[in-house]
């Protein structure tokens, strides 16, 4: 008679037998629980291998089917396995998964113990004969879509149902149904990739379950997998997952390998979370949050597990790039004994990792170990910019970059990018400052504070330090970053650290910080001033000097104008020589001419944002004349001679953009003191008249007269007008853009009062034609608060033989009424001049100082001051004319009282006959009677 357990194994098998269970809906098949009722009861066990469907063959309760319609290499096994009722005395419920391949290693697989007892109650198990024994189990409730794809094409399920008493079953039944199917391969989309873009698992390792080395990621598409992925992995496995990168294609790059997955559904390791979905809340836990007996994946920066560890990963999320160091990474899955089968829906179980290979432009000595240490310096480079690492910082590691300038130099950087993954809740911890930016003011403190050390600035956590943002806009001219958003060292010297006790695997910190060595000091420059530096033989007879490197002093540091000034003076007997070797001004829309006529070279169309090189030269105190002005590069190399006492180069530019600098405007100049005879002739005049006759040696030693030393020819006269008073100089000859000027040779005269050349004439010395030319103060009304006596300045440009005699008169005028005085009494500054000024040059317009007045030589050009009309009133002496006026006067009053005694006398006389005729008319009346008439007489 059978007992009870051989009739549910009888039954169990008549009913495999039966091929409407075998094969129903094409290949599916399912096993229901019911079929094992009474196994339960006696604490049997069975298992049961899955082929692809032919008659079974049971033995010792393992099913066997054989497949017709798929190959045996290119089929996939789909089990369907979900548990209902729970197992009882079974560990507390959980589910762990870790990434998992099938190929072998080169150590024989460990054996990963979960410290809680596993599964010893009711459990089932899944391995593959053709892969080593895993001996994992699953126990506990179920719950949710468990599917396992085989890596093989043979599986074998075995359920482990433990000892218990009919009346236990009946209260906990054991409840199972399994569903499988066939796959092809070319159907398993999410395992070997879709059409012609196929994804690379990686090289099995013999005599492993699981491990892969991956080679060739930069142009295949390498995709680190979990056993058995996108199913259940299996339990009690490590697997390891070597990556390797090929040599660089050129020397200077680097190899590096960065793991990611952007799907945060391609990721489920371990833990599940608390509802059947991926939510906000769903994230990797790292280090000490993945917590045995769980499965977890390990990260190392090498290919051994000496190397540092980047991450410990589990949980479900997107992984971010996590970059090694160098060319190998190795990734290590391990899973714990047991687990429990209560998958999310819809997410895969186990992991897909995606693997690249980048080559970077960076040198591998940046790098050293938990470490990576920069030292940036001067001779280098002027500026640049430092990024955060590419690879992946280790927990409790740091990356330091120490910036050391050369003397003169401070360092000034700020951040343009600072951008740090924020911590989730769970994942806050109690350290009060886990991630710290510490900026200092020389060399970082390395145990103990050196006293050339000071911190500057210190920022931790959720704490940004200031970042220029701006500074990043393409296409853009921003306003540069001030000093209050960067920071700059008193020294030579400035470090930056950071440190990263989280590491950046999950937590990527994201920065770039732009330095530059700015020259602050240079030798010789004047006190108080930003550039201005003066030269002497005394300290160095040659040498050579270049335009500011200082930022701050160009648009990009803040400034819109830059004025330096480059002072050479010199002992008696020594002249400068200044060579331009260089000049850079870019975009600069000024132009450099050459002026014949005054031998200078002008600039032109001097618009905003340009730049100037001009250079003068002071023969005297308060007086400059210019040698020469360059605004573009087409000059250079151009060389300034000068036998003065001081030569002075002017660097200016105006109105500069913010993006302007030291790169933009630029020059390089050499200078040196040479030794000459020197001029011992006086070159200042003074006195109300004079003349300078200056030309060839030669020339003047046959016309027999004394001028100026052939060797002062180099040097300028300067001719000084007392107070209130002009110059007037007349040089023989036309002007110098004259077309009958026939010499080469040019007279350029400066005014005391201008940088400018007032006029340049070719002289003549035979020619009746002169060039006239005033000072400055003649025409022009200067507005000096104190002015200064009037001059001007003679430089003869002498290129061919020739002599030439300049005459100079001091000259004054009146003053010059107003236009309303003008207007109103008609009266002209001719009238005016002539009615208050005794000694006029006509021609002139101008007056004469008295003494020069008919001296026997001709002062005005026209020789007013010695015609014999103007001149006779002066040759007479003035004590006969005095007499004479006299003489003649007191002729007059002669003459006149004659005159007016005759005329007296004549009126009495005329008086007395009128009276005597009156008297004989009244004596007449008195004698004849009243009544007589004239008739009567007769």
């Known amino acids: 008679m059978k007992t009870t357990a051989e009739e549910g194994r009888s039954r169990f098998s008549e009913s495999l037998r039966n091929p409407r269970l075998l094969v129903r809906n094409g290949n599916f098949l399912r096993l229901r629980s019911f079929l094992l009722a009474h196994l339960r009861t006696f604490g049997s066990s069975f298992s049961f291998n ?63 113990y979960s410290g809680v007892g596993g599964c010893e109650g009711d459990h089932v198990s899944i391995e593959e004969p053709e892969l080593a024994e895993r001996g994992g189990r699953w126990c506990g409730e179920g719950s949710g879509l468990n599917v396992y794809y085989s890596e093989t094409d043979t599986v074998s399920v075995t359920l482990q149902a433990a000892s218990t008493t009919q009346g236990e079953y009946f209260d906990n039944p054991l409840k199972f149904k399994i569903r499988y199917k066939f796959l092809p391969r070319e159907q398993a989309v999410v395992r070997y990739g879709r059409g012609g873009v196929a994804k690379y698992r990686g090289e099995g390792v013999r005599n492993t379950v699981c491990s892969r080395v991956f080679q060739g990621c930069r142009a295949r598409q390498c995709r680190l997998q979990s056993p058995n992925f996108p199913g259940l992995y299996p ?33 489920q390791v ?3 979370g608390p509802v059947g979905r991926v939510s906000p809340e769903s994230r990797l836990l790292q280090d000490n949050e993945c917590r045995g007996p769980e499965d977890f994946l390990l990260v190392y920066d090498g290919g051994s597990m000496k190397a540092p560890l980047l991450a410990k990963l589990c949980g479900t999320a997107t992984v971010p790039n996590i970059t090694s160091s160098g060319p190998e990474v190795l990734v290590v899955f391990q899973t714990a004994t047991s687990g429990r089968m209560n998958h999310l829906p819809n997410l895969v179980t186990g992991f897909e990792l995606e693997a690249h290979v980048l080559y970077i432009n960076q040198e591998a000595s940046n790098i050293n170990g938990l470490q990576c240490k920069q030292t940036i310096k001067s001779f280098g480079g002027t500026n640049g910019i430092v990024a955060s690492p590419v690879f992946a910082v280790p927990p409790n590691a740091s990356c330091s970059y120490q910036f050391e300038g050369r003397r003169g130099e401070v360092v000034w950087i700020y951040f343009t990018k600072y951008h740090k993954a924020r911590k989730k809740q769970g994942m806050m911890g109690h350290h009060p400052c886990r991630n710290r930016l510490a900026i200092f003011d020389g060399k970082p403190f390395t145990g103990t504070p050196p006293d050339a050390s000071e911190l500057m600035a210190n920022y931790c956590d959720e704490q940004l330090p200031p970042i220029c943002v701006r500074s990043r806009q393409k296409g853009t001219v921003s306003q540069p970053c001030t000093l209050k958003e960067s920071f700059l060292s008193t020294g030579t010297n400035l470090a930056v650290t950071q440190d990263f006790t989280d590491g950046t695997s999950l937590l990527p910190l994201d920065y770039s910080i732009y330095y530059e060595f ?11 001033t930003d550039c201005d530096i003066e030269f002497s033989s005394s300290r160095a007879r040659s040498g050579h000097f270049n335009s500011p490197k200082n930022v701050f002093l160009y648009g990009r540091g803040g400034k819109s104008s830059l004025s330096c000034k480059y002072t050479f003076k010199t002992e008696k007997g020594e002249a400068i020589k200044l060579r331009l070797t260089s000049v850079g001004f870019r975009g600069n829309m000024c132009k450099t001419v050459y002026n014949f006529q005054t031998n200078l070279y002008d600039c032109i169309a001097r618009l905003p944002g340009s730049a100037t090189l001009e250079v003068w030269e002071e023969p005297w105190r308060q007086t400059r004349l210019p040698l020469g002005c360059v605004c573009d590069g087409g000059l250079a190399p151009a060389s300034f001679v000068s036998h003065t006492r001081l030569l002075q180069l002017d660097f200016t530019i105006k109105e500069m953009s913010w993006s302007q600098d030291f790169n933009d405007f630029y020059f390089d100049a050499e200078y040196e003191f040479i030794k000459t005879k020197g001029c011992d002739e006086q070159k200042i005049l003074n006195g109300s008249t004079g003349s300078i006759l200056i030309g060839d040696k030669k020339e003047l030693e046959e016309s027999g007269e004394e001028g ?55 002289p003549e010395p035979n020619v009746a034609d002169s060039v006239d030319i005033f000072s400055s103060g003649w025409t022009t009304q200067l507005d000096m608060l104190e002015p200064l006596p009037e001059s001007l300045i003679v430089r003869y440009l002498g290129r061919e033989p020739g002599v030439y005699k300049l005459t100079w008169l001091e000259v004054r005028r009146e003053p010059r009424p107003s236009a309303l005085e003008s207007l109103k009494g008609g009266a002209g500054r001719r009238h005016i001049t002539g009615a208050t000024c005794g000694h006029q040059c006509p021609e002139l317009d101008a007056c004469i100082s008295p003494e020069l007045w008919c001296d026997g030589v001709k002062h005005c050009p026209s020789g007013a001051d010695e015609l014999r009309s103007t001149c006779l009133y002066f040759t007479i002496p003035w004590l006969y004319l005095i007499l004479g006026a006299v003489g003649v006067l007191l002729a007059l009053l002669v003459f006149a009282s004659a005159l007016v005694a005759v005329r007296v006398y004549q009126r009495g006389k005329v008086k007395r006959k009128k009276k005597k005729e009156a008297q004989r008319l009244m004596t007449r009346e008195v004698i004849l009677p009243m009544n007589f008439h004239k008739e009567n007489i007769y």
């Open 50 to 112: 899955l082929y692809p469907p032919l008659p079974p063959i049971i033995l010792f309760c393992y099913i066997s089917l054989f497949p017709h319609s798929f190959p045996s290499r290119t089929s996939v096994l789909h089990t369907y396995i979900p548990f209902n009722p729970p197992f009882p005395h079974s560990p507390a419920p959980f589910l762990l998964s870790f990434p998992l391949s099938t190929q072998p290693f080169l150590a024989p697989l460990a054996t990963f």
């Open 518 to 528: 700015v020259t602050v000091s240079l030798e010789g420059i004047e006190p108080g």
């Open 235 to 267: 339990r009690n496995v490590t697997c390891y997952y070597l990556v390797k990168a090929l040599p660089p294609p050129a020397s200077g790059f680097t190899p590096v390998i960065t793991l990611r997955q952007d799907n945060d559904r391609l990721v």
């Open 708 to 762: 100026s030393n052939e060797k002062c020819n180099d040097y300028p006269w300067r001719i000084n007008a007392r107070d209130n008073s002009h110059l007037y100089l007349n040089i023989p000859g036309y002007h110098a853009s004259s077309q009958r000027c026939s010499t080469r040779n040019r007279v350029v005269v400066f005014g005391s009062h201008t940088a400018r050349p007032l006029r340049s004439a070719c």
């Open 270 to 272: 371990g833990r599940q």
